[in-house]
């Protein structure tokens, strides 16, 4: 019985994306990347019309690793059988979902209505949004999807960066600078996610110039806050100029300090 896998992407894919594509094909006969930029999971004065797409290149680069599914707005959102409106819940309003009002319930429709489109076995997506593959693992939980979700670790530029599309709108100065948060976040990560290290860290960032909306560390599971560096995450969300950056990394338990 053919096994099959979905990365479902918003296009302008890099390395990081490729990861999946290539862990996919580890655990499927049959590998889907979708491509849709989805206008549910943009809010106003977000940027869904500024996104990169880069169709073209995109299918170049997956030649020959995996069929490319690029539904259309009218395929995905049908106006005569809408597809339902998943919900996140009080942890689609944490930190993210704070920030932006709404966006993980469209993630979770969209995600949802992808798999109702390609019927996978196997799910693949990054761990660099930590809050958005948690949702989606409690998502097909609570919705008894036999889909198994699988996280891949973040890939990295050389400088440490995460690896994001959003990386191109970044000018030489700013992506030089934005090196900074990468470290920042391993030095909270590393020192058990203390408050001290995160206030920090906050300072270090907000003198280099970025906005930080978010910078904590919280359970891995249940995305609260917590002192407890057995099962949790440091993470961030931080401006720099127009460009919203995110990321994530473990803290290392008392044992590994």
Do not use: C
């Not at 700013?174 to 300072?203: D, H, M, N």
């Not at 910078?215 to 995305?223: M, S, W």
């Amino acid at each position: 019985m053919t096994r099959t896998a979905i990365v479902p992407t918003m296009g302008a894919l890099h390395d990081g994306h490729l990861a999946l594509v290539h862990r996919a094909r580890e655990l499927a006969d049959r590998v889907v990347v979708s491509i849709f930029v989805n206008p549910t999971q943009f809010g106003a004065g977000e940027d869904f019309a500024r996104y990169p797409r880069t169709l073209d290149a995109d299918r170049v680069l997956l030649d020959g690793l995996a069929e490319v599914f690029v539904p259309t707005v009218a395929e995905v959102y049908p106006t005569d059988n809408p597809p339902p409106v998943i919900h996140a819940g009080p942890m689609g309003d944490l930190w993210d979902g704070a920030a932006r009002p709404g966006h993980f319930d469209g993630v979770l429709t969209v995600v949802n209505r992808l798999f109702d489109l390609v019927k996978p076995d196997v799910a693949v997506f990054g761990e660099k949004d930590w809050q958005q593959l948690t949702l989606i693992r409690v998502m097909v939980t609570e919705r008894h999807v036999p889909i198994d979700i699988i996280g891949v670790p973040t890939v990295r530029e050389p400088s440490g960066l995460a690896l994001s599309s959003r990386n191109r709108f970044l000018n030489p100065d700013e992506l030089e600078k934005a090196a900074l948060l990468p470290v920042v976040l391993r030095q909270i990560a590393e020192s058990g996610g203390t408050s001290e290290s995160i206030i920090r860290g906050a300072a270090r960032l907000d003198d280099a110039g970025f906005m930080v909306d978010y910078l904590d560390v919280v359970d891995e599971n249940t995305l609260e806050p917590t002192i407890d560096s057995a099962n949790a995450r440091a993470i961030i969300a931080a401006r720099l100029g127009s460009t919203r950056l995110i990321d994530n990394m473990p803290v290392a338990p008392a044992a590994e300090r």
